[in-house]
C-alpha cells in the first residue's frame, strides 16, 4: 500500500509529522506500506533516516503550501505545486492508495471533489473520525465539522455510506 502524507500540514508542520512518520516506521509493521512523503524537501535535512530509507520513504517535493487561513477553491486553483494539490493528483491518477493531510481542511474537500471526485450519487463528502465506545471497541462518527449547512437528503446519505 503507498500512503501518501502532506508533512506540511497541520499544526507544529513540518517536524510533528516528519516525528510521527519516524515514530511509525520505529514501531510499527509496516512492511507492506511505502510511505510517499510530500512537501518541501528542505525540511527533511534534519531527517536523514527518513530520506535513507528508499524501499519504505519516498519523497515528493511540493514548493507551495496551502496555508490555514487561505480560502479553499482558490487556493486549490492558484496553487497547483501544493503538497495537497499534488497529493490529490496522485491519489486520483491511482499513484497512491490514499492520501492524508492534518492542513487545510477546506482544500482537502474541496480538491479531493474537484481532483479524486465523489463517488457516483454522494451529493457531499463527510468528513469522519473514529471514537471509542463505553462497550469497548470504535465506532464511526460522520460530519464532523465541513459541512456548515446540511439538507436532510444529504444527512440520510452520511448515515448510508456510515453505514457501510
Do not use: C, W
Request: glycine share 10%; no cysteine.
Amino acid at each position: 500500500m503507498r500512503i501518501g502524507l502532506d508533512f506540511m500540514g497541520g499544526d507544529f508542520a513540518p517536524n510533528e509529522a516528519l516525528k510521527g512518520v519516524k515514530e511509525a516506521l520505529d514501531e510499527s509493521d509496516l512492511s507492506d506500506v511505502h510511505i510517499v512523503l510530500l512537501g518541501n524537501e528542505d525540511h527533511l535535512k534534519d531527517y536523514p533516516e527518513l530520506t535513507g530509507e528508499t524501499n519504505r520513504v519516498s519523497v515528493v517535493h511540493a514548493p507551495e503550501v496551502i496555508e490555514m487561513a487561505e480560502h479553499p477553491t482558490r487556493a486549490i486553483s492558484q496553487k497547483r505545486n501544493s503538497s495537497i494539490s499534488i497529493g490529490l493528483r496522485m491519489l486520483a491518477e491511482g499513484q497512491l492508495d490514499a492520501f492524508a493531510s492534518a492542513g487545510n481542511t477546506g482544500a482537502m474537500m474541496v480538491g479531493s471533489l474537484y481532483t479524486v471526485k465523489a463517488i457516483e450519487g454522494v451529493i457531499r463528502p463527510s468528513l469522519s473520525t473514529l471514537v471509542p465506545k463505553i462497550e469497548g471497541g470504535t465506532g464511526l462518527l460522520l460530519d464532523v465539522g465541513a459541512n456548515s449547512d446540511v439538507k436532510p437528503d444529504v444527512l440520510l446519505q452520511f448515515a448510508e455510506l456510515g453505514s457501510l
